[in-house]
């Protein structure tokens, strides 16, 4: 057994076999991160000795399913790089190659505070170690070395780390410019040094289409941009629908059904067709009235991605991933809420079915946390959790998803729509931001409702809202 004290940072960490099998574990879920990539041949003892912050993220990570195991092992790294980047200064590309398995894998465990500032340490790294088109200098496409194309990787995950979190929370002022991202694409499809490059450069490719579409419409609304007010609001719809299309024809074959990918490209739509539910867009109702329905549909389509498959042992997108749950979930809260002329409510309800959507995710977290404590007693000896760990945060996560559930659900036919609909409209990054932030903007009945479903609500909010994981 090994311990999960977190007395003693150096016993918290595998060895031997141990150390070998989830390393073993993690190479199968390379994929879903192809932006740090172990070379096939890196033993696990080199990777701990050439790169200690990677090694340590690999194994928290490759933990998935042992959650005391994980929280102590993912606590110990959150302060190994805080101290490394902080109190003991030092920038490489090991440290940031572990930061970004950190937010990938262990954010169900970080504020939004916190969050916040891991991302732009991750930033301000890449701009440390001169991940520019300066720091790549004048060298030819095909002198580019495996030191180069690592690099190149890292710069885009912090590209794509940012965007995931940033563009659904409409915060384009945190957003990275993408003119050296172009460079690195383009180098790294064209070297395909990883099979999982290839997947990088549409995974990339992806976010920037969404990243794209948010920025546009946010200028768009911004009054003050006189020149891009000009341009009808139906032209820029069709024109980023043309985009999505060639997007999605363009996809190779065999990673078309990606389940990433496919979510994103739904993403992408919701941000697209939300301008449906503003009021000062100029449409006309019929043009209103058909974007809402497309969003509509493609929020449907998020979810049907999200819920194909039962949970499995293996995930198959990383945490991150669920900061895209919250936006569609937030959207669909925005559509069986708003009241305006020609919007059916009752169809928009039986057709999206938000109480539906709630009741899976609740039952993944529940399920998620039994393997994960039922994995820790099946390794550790003795039949206690470790202090603080009783409870799995995705349980945690669940029961407050329930009690918002049973509240909002309840609540939607009783004067609360306009509420709903402003309360749903601002970007959470937390369960305290998704939640707490929603009814303190509800009014008279609801907050009492709330407040009597549960008596310790308070205890919860320090549970991300991130932990939408399989």
């Known amino acids: 057994m090994v311990s999960v004290s977190v007395a003693d ?68 790294l959150l302060k190994d790089i805080t101290e490394a980047a902080y109190a003991k200064p030092q920038n490489s590309i090991d440290l940031l190659q572990g930061l970004q398995i950190l937010i990938s894998w262990f954010h169900y465990s970080l504020n939004s505070f916190q969050m916040t500032n891991l991302l732009y340490l991750a930033r301000s790294i890449c701009m440390s170690l001169g991940f520019n088109e300066k720091g790549q200098g004048l060298m030819r496409e095909t002198e580019y070395s495996s030191q180069c194309l690592e690099q190149m990787r890292a710069f885009a995950g912090t590209y794509y780390l940012v965007t995931v ?33 290839e997947l990088l450069v ?78 000062n867009t100029g449409l006309s109702v019929t043009d209103r009235l058909e974007f809402l329905w497309a969003c509509a549909r493609a929020t449907q389509a998020f979810f049907r991605n999200k819920f194909a498959e039962p949970l499995r042992d293996k995930p198959r997108f990383i945490c991150m991933c669920s900061f895209d749950f919250i936006y569609a979930s937030l959207m669909t809260l925005k559509l069986v809420t708003l009241v305006i002329p020609g919007w059916d409510l ?6 999206l079915r938000f109480e539906d959507l709630v009741d899976k995710q609740i039952a993944d977290m529940h399920q998620i946390a039994e393997r994960r404590v039922k994995s820790y007693f099946a390794r550790a000896a003795g039949g206690e959790l470790p202090d603080g760990l009783a409870q799995d945060p995705f349980r945690k996560l669940g029961e407050k998803l329930k009690m918002l559930r049973d509240v909002l659900c309840g609540q939607l036919d009783m004067g609360f ?54």
Not at 237 to 251: A, D, G, N, P, Y
Not at 346 to 351: H, L, P
Request: aromatic fraction near 8%; glycine fraction near 6%.
């Open 9 to 76: 940072g150096s016993s918290l960490w595998p060895a031997g076999e141990d150390a070998d099998t989830l390393l073993a574990g993690y190479r199968d879920m390379e994929h879903l991160f192809p932006f740090v990539v172990i070379p096939p041949g890196m033993s696990c003892d080199q990777i701990r000795q050439q790169r200690p912050f990677l090694w340590k993220a690999i194994m928290m990570e490759a933990c998935h399913l042992d959650g005391p195991r994980q929280m102590a092992l993912g606590n110990q």
């Open 165 to 197: 979190i940033f563009t659904t929370n409409k915060k384009p002022d945190a957003l990275m410019n993408t003119s050296y991202l172009e460079a690195c694409c383009r180098i790294l499809e064209s070297r395909m040094e990883y099979q999982t490059d």
């Open 202 to 279: 549409w995974l990339i490719r992806a976010q920037q289409l969404s990243q794209s579409i948010s920025l546009a419409l946010t200028f768009r609304a911004n009054t003050t941009l006189h020149q891009t007010s000009d341009l009808p609001m139906t032209l820029i719809i069709k024109s980023f629908q043309q985009q999505i299309l060639t997007f999605r024809e363009s996809l190779p074959p065999h990673i078309k059904s990606n389940p990433s990918l496919v979510g994103h490209q739904h993403v992408a739509e919701m941000l697209l067709y939300e301008v449906g539910l503003q009021d």
């Open 346 to 351: 009752s169809i928009v309800r039986e057709e």
């Open 417 to 470: 729509n306009d509420n709903l609909a402003k309360a749903a409209t601002t970007g959470a990054m937390t369960v305290t931001d998704a939640t707490q932030g929603i009814v303190e903007d509800l009014e008279g009945s609801l907050w009492q409702s709330l407040m009597g479903a549960a008596a310790d609500w308070e205890s919860f909010d320090s549970i991300p809202f991130q932990g939408f994981v399989f």
